[in-house]
Structure formats: C-alpha cells, structure tokens
C-alpha cells in the first residue's frame, strides 16, 4: 500500500509558477514509479508527467512539454511538479499516483495508488 498526500496547489496569474508536493508513505519510496494527472471540469483525466523509481526516466505530455519538471527525492519520500508559464487552460485538479510497474503508463489505469489532488487555478 502506498498513500499519497499533495499539496502546493493554489490560484495563480498566468506566466506564473507553482511547485506541486506530493508526499508518499507505505512502501519503499523507490521502488514505485510516479504519475502526475490532472482534470478539468468535464474532461477526463490526463497525464502530465511521470518520473521513474530511480529518478533516472521521466515523460511528459507534449501540452506541458518544457513548462513542466517533474523530479523527486527518494531520501524525503516525496515527488514534485515544477510548473512556470502557466495557462488558464493548466486549470485542473492534479493529482499524483504510484505505480510498482516497471514500465511506465500515461494512462490512468497504470497507476493503483491515488492521492486526494490538489485544485491548481491559473488566471488571465
């Protein structure tokens, strides 16, 4: 079992920046893989970036592609998202999830474990 807790959201003006925090309890940190997702009112759920056990990988959406860095640090059981230059269209609930596959998955369905998200509000 693994549980996950963000936090770092907020509102923020567009072509700003956000640092989401994603903090992981429950099992050997590095030994799962990490997910960010994100949802909007009426849309499904989408990747954003994810981040391999190790560090080592990581993957991201090409909307997000060079706005976003995703990293972590296996020492604090925690795993971030670096936003800058964000859009109103970046407006979303983001959550993270975990993952013990070792391949990893920008599908929802790759990930078994969810933390509660944290709402992230960019403005015009």
Do not use: H
């Not at 020492?75 to 998202?81: D, I, P, S, W």
């Not at 975990?98 to 403005?123: E, F, H, M």
């Amino acid at each position: 079992q693994v549980q996950l807790v963000e936090s770092g959201g907020g509102l923020v003006q567009a072509g700003g920046s956000l640092r989401l925090s994603c903090a992981a309890s429950g099992r050997t940190f590095s030994s799962v893989a990490m997910g960010w997702f994100r949802q909007a009112p009426g849309k499904e759920r989408e990747f954003v970036a994810a981040i391999t056990g190790s560090g080592g990988r990581t993957y991201y959406a090409d909307s997000v592609k060079g706005r976003v860095t995703i990293s972590r640090s296996n020492a604090e059981n925690t795993a971030y998202l670096q936003m800058a230059s964000l859009k109103p269209e970046d407006t979303a609930v983001y959550y993270c999830a975990a993952t013990q596959r070792v391949l990893i998955k920008t599908s929802p369905d790759g990930y078994g474990y969810w933390g509660q998200g944290t709402q992230v509000t960019v403005s015009s």
